[in-house]
């Protein structure tokens, strides 16, 4: 199975500030890379995938980069609603697998 | 609006049953390939098993072949997990979740999760 790990586990930063979470595959995923965004109690959102194009609806403050093995999640200017659990997931090969996400918390 | 609404969670003992249901509404059901995935608090988000809109073709993951059968019912928009052999370690939220999307010659077989239900808990415990 191909290992998904993200990094950091947690971080605090503050509203306006530009965060970005690393994800790496323990082997290729080429660029079938999506990144979710979850909140307490609901289901993950999906909010990038093929490593950068953004889902209808998402705020353009989101972006993604990388491919291979080496991704990147960037939110450009944080915001209230961003504070959240972030999760990648590879969908190069089965069984598809997810990181073990990156909370992001208020400063 | 689109929604898809998982049932049928709740509590199994040990080496029982159970069967989750999701249905769809607000979106074309019949040409999305459909999945299931759980979270545990523990191990943390994890597919378990995809099938393709005609119900034909269907994968597992390791941890739940044998064991769980995924199916579906495209006039009722409705999609399935029948889980056997229940462990603790299958406690879990499930989520269905959509997958790619197929018109009448191809399929895009997308492999990342755009539309999901709200969960069902399930709790193997004795």
């Known amino acids: 199975d191909i290992q998904m790990t993200q990094s950091p586990s947690a971080l605090s930063a503050s509203v306006g500030d530009r965060v970005s979470i690393t994800c790496r595959a323990s082997?290729?995923?080429?660029?079938?890379l999506a990144w979710y965004q979850q909140k307490a109690g609901k289901a993950p959102k999906l909010l990038l995938y093929q490593a950068s194009t953004l889902e209808s609806g998402v705020p353009s403050r989101f972006s993604g980069s990388g491919s291979g093995t080496d991704f990147t999640l960037t939110i450009s200017s944080l915001q209230p609603d961003d504070f959240a659990t972030y999760y990648c997931?590879?969908?190069?090969?089965?069984?598809?697998?997810f990181g073990q996400g990156t909370k992001v918390e208020i400063k | 609006e689109v929604q898809l609404v998982e049932s049928g969670g709740g509590l199994a003992q040990p080496g029982g049953s159970l069967r989750l249901s999701c249905t769809a509404s607000?979106?074309?059901?019949?040409?999305?390939?459909m999945n299931w995935v759980r979270q545990t608090p523990g191990q943390g988000l994890e597919w378990l098993s995809n099938?393709?809109?005609?119900?034909?073709?269907?994968l597992y993951a390791d941890s739940v072949k044998g064991r769980f059968t995924i199916s579906r019912d495209n006039a009722k928009k409705s999609l399935f997990l029948q889980m056997n052999s229940l462990r603790a370690e299958d406690t879990a939220v499930y989520y269905c979740?959509?997958?790619?999307?197929?018109?009448?010659?191809?399929?895009?077989?997308?492999?990342?999760?755009?539309?999901w239900g709200q969960g069902t808990l399930v709790i193997v415990s004795s």
């Open positions: 099938i393709s809109i005609s119900g034909s073709y269907t």
């Open positions: 979740a959509s997958g790619g999307y197929c018109t009448d010659d191809k399929c895009n077989h997308a492999g990342y999760f755009q539309k």
């Open positions: 082997q290729t995923t080429r660029n079938w």
């Open positions: 607000g979106f074309s059901f019949s040409n999305y390939e």
């Open positions: 997931q590879q969908y190069d090969t089965y069984p598809w697998t």
